[in-house]
């Protein structure tokens, strides 16, 4: 019998998506694809063959809760639509972080991949950003296009706004990462209670893409091979799960945490002035305040 999924994690990016998924799966009633990100339901990206996207579910046992987590969803402005179109009961689930710490971290996350050679502010320079939407820029992109959009993926008002005019609102679940984190147990459970899934249940709390500095450029280029001989190796002698936890492995040895960039108070003024309109939009959507979002500056 074929499983398909029944709920998505669709962002945001560098807003604790991969805690969350592995949060949801230590739980006994929930599986999530052993692949992180598969895209499917993105257009110009990711799986584009039905069968190889529902295969990532195959060992799935009975749970009552199925799902991926996919941070392309939620900027996509098809992804919605697609996810409706394809089971118009799922349950969708989105972690948001201020937009001003999401886009910075989301650069500082690019640098140390090795995919982004330009400074935070020459990166969102208006220049830059009309630059990144042309054909020329998508065309030469190695990874998805979207993915050096760090303003337009932290705008999030229009991106969930696509949402709650597709699907029920009861199907929808937002959460604020700095709560989330701030009170994970009862997140969880909010969670949980979200999924139809026991409630009682408490997962090991780990971090995960913490972010930092790389420590050797060696192994940031072994992660980021674009050799297809490589590639087609490893994924036909290691299966996902496996190549997923080495990856884990390697970019957390590979990243020192303790020396993460910060953002200046000029920096911070600049974001705040380009994000301010759309948290009020947002706060509006939502019907509710998000105090932890809004900043005063000296």
Known sequence: MTTKPNFFIIGAAKSGTSSLADYLNQHPDIFISPLKEPFYFVNDSGYNDYNKYISLFNKSNNEKAVGEASTGYLFDKFSAKLIYKFNKEAKIIAILRNPSTMAFSYWQYMKLIGNESKSFMDAISPQERVY??????????????????????????????????????????????????????????????????????????????????IRFKCIRSI???????????????????????????????????????????????????????DIYNLEKLLNRKIDTWHFKYK
Request: glycine share 2%; hydrophobic share 35%; net charge positive.
């Open 223 to 277: 992660l980021n091979t674009e050799n297809a001989i490589i590639r087609n190796i490893t994924k036909k002698i290691i299966p996902i799960k496996a190549r997923n936890i080495i990856k884990d492995k390697l970019i957390s040895f590979n990243t020192n945490e303790n020396d993460k960039k910060i953002m200046n108070n000029e920096e911070k003024k600049i974001l705040n002035d380009l994000f301010q309109k």
């Open 132 to 213: 990144r939407h042309s054909d020329k820029f998508k065309n030469e992109c190695v990874n998805w296009w979207a993915s050096y959009l760090y303003v337009e993926r932290a705008l999030y008002y229009e991106q969930i706004r696509r949402y709650y005019e597709i699907f029920n609102p009861e199907q929808i679940k937002i959460f604020i990462y700095e709560e989330f984190f701030k009170e994970k147990e009862l997140s969880c459970r909010d969670c949980y209670q979200f999924l139809n899934v026991e409630d009682n249940f408490k997962p090991v709390f780990t971090r995960k893409n913490m972010g930092g500095s």
